[in-house]
Nanobody, 126 residues
Framework: QVQLVESGGGLVQAGGSLRLSCAASGRTVSGNVMGWFRQAPGKEREFVAVISGANSTYYAVSLKGRFTISRDNAKNTMYLQMNSLKPEDTAVYYC????????????????????WGQGTQVTVSS
């Protein structure tokens, strides 16, 4: 069983940056597709970005260019670098992993993922 723990969230001013981390334990996830999702108050959880075991990436169109997903397989950890943050980026950010295969847009569906972290709060002030 894989456990995922997010960290790096916090309060930042608009225009600032944060880097989120997602540390996996229990077994290696180096070959697994992993993704980031976020959920703002009163809204559904939405896809942010995904990275494959081969480091192929796919982003939500609205976020591409500001957010960068990466992973360090030696540390069993995934990252999300968030730049030029906006108040509308305020949300709880969740990392997820899956033992299933997917590629590109197909990885944006929540149902693909069978392991989730507890989330980390990101608040962007104006």
């Amino acid at each position: 069983q894989v456990q995922l723990v997010e960290s790096g969230g916090g309060l930042v001013q608009a225009g600032g940056s944060l880097r989120l981390s997602c540390a996996a334990s229990g077994r290696t996830v180096s070959g697994n597709v992993m993704g980031w999702f976020r959920q703002a108050p009163g809204k559904e959880r939405e896809f942010v970005a995904v990275i494959s075991g081969a480091n192929s990436t796919y982003y939500a169109v609205s976020l591409k260019g500001r957010f960068t997903i990466s992973r360090d397989n030696a540390k069993n950890t995934m990252y999300l670098q968030m730049n030029s943050l906006k108040p509308e980026d305020t949300a709880v950010y969740y990392c997820a992993a899956t033992t299933r295969y997917c590629s590109g847009y197909a990885c944006s569906a929540r149902q693909v993922y069978n392991h989730w972290g507890q989330g980390t709060q990101v608040t962007v002030s104006s």
